[in-house]
Nanobody
Framework: VQLVESGGGLVQPGGSVRLSCAAS????????LSWYRQTPGSERELVAQ????????IYADSVKGRSTISRDNAKNTVTLQMNSLKPEDTAVYYC????????????WGQGTQVTVSS
């Protein structure tokens, strides 16, 4: 089982980034999908989540209104679009898939670095 993130990099303040996560060897169906981020010395924090059933979305207050999480179960992908980026958005972003019936079953990607700097 593998989750592979892509799309990180260096972005100027005010710019946008589109992060993608693709799954191999399992289906995203029946999994709640999330993006987390982490900076050195800090705990990993939830950025956005999209539920399996109904597709309800949750966003951290810090990114609400400028971020969109979406999923495509047919392609086994989850995407995070972030706009109006700020230096404080700089972090390693991780994709997470957690089974919607059994939260013990979950997988993490390896992370992708997003650096917001001029």
């Amino acid at each position: 089982v593998q989750l592979v993130e892509s799309g990180g990099g260096l972005v100027q303040p005010g710019g946008s980034v589109r992060l993608s996560c693709a799954a191999s060897e399992f289906s995203f169906s029946r999994y709640d999908l999330s993006w987390y981020r982490q900076t050195p010395g800090s705990e990993r924090e939830l950025v956005a989540q999209i539920e399996d059933a109904g597709g309800r979305t949750i966003y951290a207050d810090s990114v609400k209104g400028r971020s969109t999480i979406s999923r495509d179960n047919a392609k086994n992908t989850v995407t995070l679009q972030m706009n109006s980026l700020k230096p404080e958005d700089t972090a390693v972003y991780y994709c997470n898939a957690k089974h919607s019936w059994n939260s013990v079953v979950q997988y993490w990607g390896q992370g992708t670095q997003v650096t917001v700097s001029s």
